[in-house]
């Protein structure tokens, strides 16, 4: 059962979808030459990222309402593999930066070479929670920049050198960032810190939202 005061949040979250969605098909409109997503090309089904608490939460609930639990059983038993491997992978990554073998931007740009077959991808190469997918997601295959570097599909036409509109990445993660910070409160956690995790989304789905997790106090009766 949803927390209540998850309700309004969510509306939030899905305000910003909606922008995010508004700027793909801009971007669509102006360089239809450029953009080569289509059905069953999974090519950002495999790219590595992490959500924010918001996101995670939200995907979470989205995938408990629409997905069937027969379904979701199966689905979680991919989603526990990926998230062995990227908990792996994150792990050797620190321990390279901490012991100095690599620095932070060498370590950074490896992962992002690094291919992970989402758990919701399904065998016909669809998103089997394509509506709710994460704005990643909806965002990949146009011009996109975070820390100042820019990045774009690889499939796509858009050519080095040359002026596009391209999304601020950090931008909306800083809008991400505030709505968990409003969750946190609005919920009234007792973990005031929680709304700085940040989660692949093989965990986002594993995960048990539920008011324990969440610090959420119960009014006693």
């Known amino acids: 059962m949803m927390i209540p005061e998850l309700e309004l949040i969510f509306a ?3 305000n910003i979808v909606s922008q995010v969605d508004q700027v793909f098909e801009s971007v669509c409109n102006q360089f239809p030459e450029c953009i080569n997503c289509k059905k069953e090309c999974s090519d950002c089904c495999h ?7 918001v996101e995670a939460i939200y995907i979470n609930y989205k995938f408990i309402e629409n997905i069937p639990e027969t379904k979701r059983a199966l689905i979680l038993e991919e989603a526990n593999k990926v998230d062995r491997k990227l ?3 994150k792990r050797d990554s620190f321990r390279s930066i901490e012991s100095g073998d690599k620095t932070e931007d060498q ?5 992002a070479a690094e291919r992970s077959r989402c758990p919701l991808l ?3 190469n669809l998103c089997d929670l394509y509506k709710f997918r994460p704005i990643t997601c909806r965002l990949y295959g146009i011009p996109t920049s975070i820390g100042g570097r820019g ?3 690889g499939l796509s036409m858009f050519k080095e050198g040359q002026s596009y509109p391209t999304v601020n990445l950090d931008a909306i993660y800083l809008k ?3 709505l968990s910070s409003k969750l946190v409160k609005t919920i009234k956690s007792s973990y005031t810190q929680m709304d700085k995790i940040l989660m692949p989304l093989s965990m986002s789905l594993l995960t048990v ?3 324990s997790y969440l610090g959420v106090k119960k009014d006693k009766e």
Not at 47 to 53: I, Q
């Open 151 to 153: 990045h774009t599909c």
């Open 12 to 14: 939030e979250y899905e």
């Open 87 to 89: 908990y792996r992978l």
């Open 107 to 111: 370590v950074l740009f490896e992962l």
């Open 209 to 211: 939202f539920d008011e």
């Open 176 to 178: 991400l960032n505030d």
């Open 122 to 124: 399904n065998n016909e």
């Open 47 to 53: 790219a590595l990222f992490d959500l924010t608490l």
